[in-house]
């Protein structure tokens, strides 16, 4: 790789991340690159490759510079075990990364944390200790335990390390992604970004590595256009994973080397981001690893003639969530509608909405008795139901059909 001038000064080198690579190659999963056609054409993009780090172990690249880090701990500071404090993936990261090098881990988790996330952290094998109401508290208690019981505190991303780790990614992504012009890459505290971006930049500075942040956590553009960090007073957005109020002081800095640009995306383009993903790429990413693909399909970037690399980050989202997302992204898209409908002679007159719907080719996902309002008619029961198709006007026609039974009339739906 021909180095970018100055790089040899910066705090993470690409010789920090082939040192990286070869001390993770045996532990991590050379996570797949998926071309797909579907979202060239959508993006206007030559091609597009999605590298799915959605397969990884754990269900996200934070195994990679987790171990990477703890890799490299002393025998003392091995016994002596490590902490960390996580809501998500770097809880799973840390702990499996324990287990692998024998290490006793802690993870401080907030109370908010998900019974299924914090089970998942102790499978595999950590301790997980319930702090604080909110991630902040369980981030102090862990720095104050550490700095009681001699535990080494392992950062989520504001340490070499683990940036290094992460841009183990990108040494593979221009193995298996050579022609790559454009890569996008969520932004959360930054060490995913500022690892990629070392690696990409060392090798072709022409390479455009872009940041992609939920707008409700949108710390990152007006930090590296203001050269200085910036820090939310809060977050709002669906991307948990990814929202974080700022970057640190090390990422800041790589970040400022080697990333062009930072853009944003709405939780609902993320929400579309991740049904269709699930539609046409056939794989399941949480809300943080569907950010990059929302924000390649958004009328904020342009593309054009370039390939372009989507870093799928994560895959830990549970069903119901899932659920939830991608019947938020087909109502984007316009393939959803709920309708709300005047039914007489309920409930023997279930069968007829279900013919009229199945007539027209369309998917019937709710239907349900609904509570009764003011302006609902005395003689007839308010239904509520929910209709999949494969667009407006599919979906209109569904909606003319349920219209024209004798026993139905549709009062509102969502189309209008």
């Avoid at 992604?177 to 060392?202: E, H, R």
């Avoid at 209109?396 to 219209?403: I, K, Q």
Wanted: charged share 25%; glycine share 10%; proline share 3%.
């Amino acid at each position: 790789m021909n180095e970018v001038d100055g790089m040899n000064d910066s705090l993470v080198t690409v010789d920090d991340v082939e040192a990286a690579h070869e001390r993770i190659a045996d532990v991590v999963h050379r996570t797949p690159l998926d071309t797909s056609r579907t979202f060239a054409n959508m993006s206007g993009a030559a091609s597009v490759g999605l590298k799915l780090e959605n397969v990884q172990r754990t269900g996200s690249f934070k195994i990679r510079g987790a171990y990477n880090r703890m890799a490299q701990l002393s025998a003392e500071e091995r016994e002596a075990g490590v902490i960390a404090s996580s809501a998500g993936n770097h809880a799973q990261g840390v702990a499996l990364a324990g287990q692998l090098l024998d290490i006793e881990t802690t993870i401080v988790v907030p109370e908010v944390t998900p019974a299924a996330k914090i089970e998942a952290t102790r499978g595999y094998g950590a301790e997980v200790v319930v702090e604080g109401e909110i991630y902040e508290r369980s981030y102090e208690y862990a720095l104050e335990r550490a700095a009681e019981t001699g535990e080494t505190f392992v950062h989520p991303f504001d340490d070499e390390a683990i940036i290094a780790g992460q841009g183990t990614i990108g040494l593979e992504l221009l193995e298996q992604y050579p022609d790559l012009d454009t890569v996008l890459v969520a932004i959360g505290g930054g060490g995913l970004i500022s690892g990629i971006g070392t690696v990409l930049k060392a090798h072709d500075p022409d390479i455009r590595v872009i940041g992609i942040q939920p707008e409700g956590a949108a710390h990152a553009k007006p930090s590296l256009e203001g050269d200085e960090i910036h820090e939310l007073e809060g977050v709002d957005t669906v991307a948990e994973g990814i929202a974080d109020t700022r970057m640190l002081t090390k990422t800041f800095t790589v970040a400022s080397e080697v990333v062009d640009d930072a853009v944003s995306v709405s939780d609902t383009e993320i929400a579309t981001g991740v049904t269709l993903l699930a539609e046409r790429a056939k794989t399941v990413a949480e809300s943080a690893g569907a950010a990059p693909l929302a924000a390649a399909l958004s009328d904020d970037l342009d593309l054009e003639g370039d390939h372009v690399g989507v870093v799928i980050s994560g895959g830990n989202v549970n069903l119901t969530e899932h659920a939830e997302l991608t019947r938020t992204g087909l109502h984007d898209l316009e393939r959803y509608v709920d309708a709300r409908l005047a039914v007489s002679g309920w409930p023997t007159t279930v069968g007829d909405v279900v013919d009229a719907v199945e007539s027209q080719g369309a998917e019937l996902d709710v239907l349900e008795r609904a509570r009764r309002g003011a302006d609902d008619h005395p003689n007839r029961t308010p239904v509520t139901v929910g209709l999949e198709g494969s667009g407006p006007e599919h979906l209109t026609d569904v909606l003319e059909a349920l219209d024209d039974l004798e026993s139905v009339a549709v009062v509102e739906h969502s189309l209008e």
